[in-house]
Nanobody
Framework: VQLQASGGGLVQAGGSLRLSCAAS????????MGWFRQAPEKEREFVAA????????YYADSVKGRFTISRDNAKTTVYLQMNTLKPEDTAVYYC???????????????WGQGTLVTVSS
């Protein structure tokens, strides 16, 4: 599956952004979809995952309660709604398709290109 992320930009602290990741390929609905991020000089980290049906979600503690992941299998798109953004959320955000146990493990089969989110204080 090929992934194309979009929706990044510059926002003030406390603001909101919605990222989208459009997928091509007929296997989209069979994958767990996720978002990761990489801040400058830091390792890439997990942000959120959503099950193939959309009914199951899993979040990193740092974004729980502020970010919401969802998917639309008919549109082969996954979303990340980010609210109450903080400067520490500044990073390049990547979408991914793969397998997850929803307990901290996410085996990525395909990465999308990143989209930059910058949160100013």
């Amino acid at each position: 599956v090929q992934l194309q992320a979009s929706g990044g930009g510059l926002v003030q602290a406390g603001g909101s952004l919605r990222l989208s990741c459009a997928a091509s390929g007929s296997t989209f609905s069979s994958y767990v979809m996720g978002w990761f991020r990489q801040a400058p000089e830091k390792e890439r980290e997990f942000v959120a995952a959503v099950s193939w049906s959309g009914s199951g979600t899993y979040y990193a503690d740092s974004v729980k309660g502020r970010f919401t992941i969802s998917r639309d299998n008919a549109k082969t798109t996954v979303y990340l709604q980010m609210n109450t953004l903080k400067p520490e959320d500044t990073a390049v955000y990547y979408c991914a398709a793969g397998i997850s146990d929803f307990a901290g493990s996410f085996d990525v089969a395909s990465w999308g290109q990143g989209t930059l989110v910058t949160v100013s204080s």
